[in-house]
């Protein structure tokens, strides 16, 4: 079956270390996105990459990184730069770069910081 | 300043009341506005995509429809199943990312 995957669904991470969050896709997108959804909050963009070893910061990048080495993967890393990184993290794809497309989302991974 | 704004932030609905989800944009150049389902600690499932101003799309008890200025999901006949947070999100003219709204926490009660 295609789709996205994320994992692991569930991360604890104690304060100053950095972790990093899984996110596949085997749909052959181009186009991949990270976001952050906060409890009474919208989903907010960290990043999104529409080619391979290429990037772009969202409207809340600070505190993360990326990297897109491989059409199928792009993960996120949540750095000790991060102040406040407990939240749901959701990775989406799509089949171009274009911003008509439907989003495809993975299942999610819920970070908790101790 | 593009935003989307969804209101109500939460509806209580009885099996078979029907109503609609209003989704309300001020954006400088629409591309497209999608509408998610999402349940509790899942990642959103898309419903449909509208483009222009008097589009109308259906799937199932559910219905989107779009103006100049706003979207509506009504709901007709809701069942427990249809319970979830459902997601508004638009797509501009000069951008490939999403705007998101905050969502709509819906629950119907038997």
């Known amino acids: 079956d295609g789709g996205i995957t994320q994992s692991p669904k569930y991360l604890f991470r104690k304060e100053g270390q950095n972790v990093t969050l899984s996110c596949e896709q085997n749909l052959n997108h181009d186009a991949m996105y990270w976001y952050r959804q906060d409890p009474g909050q919208g989903l907010r963009l960290i990043y999104y990459s529409q080619i391979v070893n290429d990037f772009q910061k969202g409207d809340i990048a600070e505190g993360y990184s990326v990297s897109r080495e491989k059409k199928e993967s792009f993960p996120l890393t949540v750095t000790s730069a991060q102040k406040n990184p407990t939240a749901f993290y959701l990775c989406?794809?799509?089949?171009?770069?274009?911003?008509?497309?439907?989003?495809?989302f993975g299942p999610g991974t819920r970070l908790t910081v101790l | 300043e593009d935003q989307v704004t969804q209101s109500p932030e939460a509806l209580r609905l009885q099996e078979g009341e029907s109503s609609s989800l209003n989704c309300s944009y001020t954006v400088s150049g629409l591309r497209g506005l999608f509408w998610y389902r999402q349940d509790p600690g899942k990642g959103p499932e898309f419903l449909f995509t509208?483009?222009?101003a008097g589009e109308e799309k259906e799937k199932e008890r559910l219905k989107a429809t779009l103006t100049k200025k706003e979207s509506f999901l009504h709901i007709t006949a809701p069942k427990p199943e249809d319970s979830a947070t459902y997601l508004c999100?638009?797509?501009?003219?000069?951008?490939?990312?999403?705007?998101f709204g905050t969502g709509t926490r819906l629950q119907v009660f038997p």
């Open positions: 989406a794809s799509i089949p171009s770069g274009r911003g008509d497309n439907e989003q495809f």
């Open positions: 999100a638009v797509s501009l003219d000069n951008t490939d990312k999403l705007i």
């Open positions: 509208l483009y222009s």
